[in-house]
C-alpha cells in the first residue's frame, strides 16, 4: 500500500515539475501563447508573462545566439526554412467555434423567417375582420355562458381599435 502511495507521489511531483515548464508570452496581435519552447526573438521581454522555474530550465535566446541562429538559417537549406510556424492558435477550436456561430446565425434566421410569417399571417387575419366589422353586418358572438349574443356600439369599437392595433403592428 505505501508503495502505491509513494508511486502516486512521485508521479504527481513529475507532472507538476512537467507543467511548471511553461513558457507563456503574449504575440504580436495580443493572444496569449503557451509554450514549452522559449518565444522568438521577436517577441518583447515585457510580453513574457511566464518562465519555466527551477534548474537548468532553457533560457531565452540571447541577442548573440539569436543573430548566431540567423546566419545558420540562412546556411540552411530551403527545407528548414519552409517549417511551419506555430501560431499559438489551435485550429480545431477556431473552426468549432465557427461552425456554432454559424448554427447560431441559421437558428437566429429561422426564428426570424418564422416570427414574419406569423406576422404576415395576423395581417391578413385582421384586415379580414376589420372588412367586417367595416361593413357593417351585426357581429354575434358566444358568452362565457356559451350563449350567442349580438356585439353591440361599445363592444364594436373596442374590437375595432383592438383589430386596428394588429394591423399598424403586423401590416407594414
Known amino acids: 500500500m505505501n508503495r502505491i502511495r ?13 507543467a511548471s515548464a511553461q513558457w507563456q508570452w503574449t504575440d504580436k496581435d495580443g493572444r ?5 519552447r522559449a518565444p ?17 530550465a532553457t533560457a531565452r535566446p540571447t ?12 546556411s ?21 467555434k465557427k461552425k456554432t456561430e454559424e448554427a447560431e446565425a ?19 387575419r385582421a384586415k379580414q375582420a376589420k372588412a367586417g366589422f367595416d361593413s357593417g353586418v351585426r357581429i354575434a358572438r358566444t358568452n362565457d355562458k356559451g350563449e350567442r349574443e349580438v356585439m353591440d356600439e361599445v363592444a364594436r369599437t373596442t374590437e375595432v381599435k383592438r383589430i386596428q392595433s394588429i394591423i399598424d403592428a403586423d401590416c407594414k
Open 76 to 96: 540552411a537549406p530551403q527545407g528548414a526554412a519552409s517549417a511551419p510556424k506555430l501560431s499559438g492558435v489551435d485550429k480545431d477550436l477556431t473552426e468549432k
Open 63 to 74: 541577442e548573440a545566439s539569436a543573430v548566431a541562429g540567423v546566419a545558420m538559417a540562412a
Open 40 to 56: 522568438p526573438a521577436d517577441i518583447l521581454e515585457k510580453n513574457i508573462l511566464k518562465r519555466p522555474g527551477g534548474r537548468g
Open 106 to 124: 441559421l437558428k437566429r434566421k429561422a426564428e426570424e423567417e418564422r416570427v414574419a410569417k406569423a406576422k404576415v399571417e395576423n395581417c391578413t
Open 6 to 18: 509513494n508511486f502516486l507521489m512521485g508521479a504527481a511531483c513529475l507532472i507538476s515539475m512537467a
Open 32 to 36: 496569449k501563447v503557451f509554450s514549452d
